[in-house]
């Protein structure tokens, strides 16, 4: 049966080869919005404004904290027109680093997922728009931080994602030549990924507002099991010249 115009095209999913594999957080590994919704309502209601709903703040989440708010305010029109900005930030990112946990969870499988790969012979790295205090206090507190050879938030490389430079400082700090592949959500992981000549893989139950299907990646998911067939073919055959 031909596809219905407009319906984005199947995507392939070949083993890729990689040494290294390098994850967003927010939408990928993590599922932040709950904590996230809660810091952003919390600074829109104190600065006189109305509250979003979660489904609303799900595709607000993706290119950092400013970002957010910036959306948060531009969601509430005129009621926030003269919003401080910088007050707004400096208390979501407050309120934020005390709840950071208070509802996020690991989507499921992660942790399992993580060590698989791990022991496969893959090297993990994390590459997020996130603060890097914030993004390693999220890590600590849901205990999957063991499992990054490398962690680099937002404001610990010269640039942040879509940057091709904040993608270059986690394969520098993961210190491992090779082939690495990006998983993540978002347009802007596709963008960091390509300027990068990486292939990116997108889970489909991210925060993207555009479906993952249609954002142009190698492969998609819809479980982060199934990153161990597209992986582990290739970390296992390493040894044999693959």
Do not use: W
């Not at 499988?109 to 890097?132: S, Y």
């Amino acid at each position: 049966m031909k596809p219905r115009p407009g319906k984005p095209k199947p995507l392939m999913l070949p083993p890729f080869r990689a040494s290294s594999v390098i994850f967003d957080l927010d939408g990928t590994l993590v599922d932040t919005a709950p904590d996230l919704t809660a810091a952003l309502n919390h600074v829109l209601l104190a600065a006189g404004g109305t509250p979003l709903a979660p489904h609303e703040v799900r595709h607000m989440v993706g290119q950092g904290a400013r970002a957010l708010i910036e959306r948060g305010i531009a969601a509430n029109g005129d009621r926030l027109a003269d919003a401080d900005h910088e007050a707004m930030l400096a208390a979501f990112l407050r309120y934020y680093a005390t709840h950071i946990a208070d509802y996020g969870r690991p989507f499921d499988g992660a942790a399992a997922v993580l060590q698989r790969l791990a022991a496969a012979g893959l090297q993990l790295g994390i590459c997020t728009n996130k603060p890097q205090a914030l993004a390693l206090a999220l890590l600590d507190a849901i205990g999957l931080r063991h499992h990054f050879a490398a962690i680099v938030g937002a404001d610990a490389a010269p640039e942040k994602k879509p940057h091709p430079a904040h993608l270059t400082a986690v394969l520098s700090a993961l210190g491992r030549d090779g082939p690495a592949v990006m998983v993540g959500d978002s347009p802007t992981d596709v963008a960091a990924a390509r300027a990068c000549g990486m292939p990116v893989i997108l889970v489909d139950y991210g925060y993207s507002r555009v479906p993952a299907a249609a954002l142009g990646a190698d492969a998609v998911i819809s479980r982060l099991d199934a990153l161990e067939a597209l992986l582990c073919p290739m970390a296992a055959r390493k040894g044999e010249g693959a």
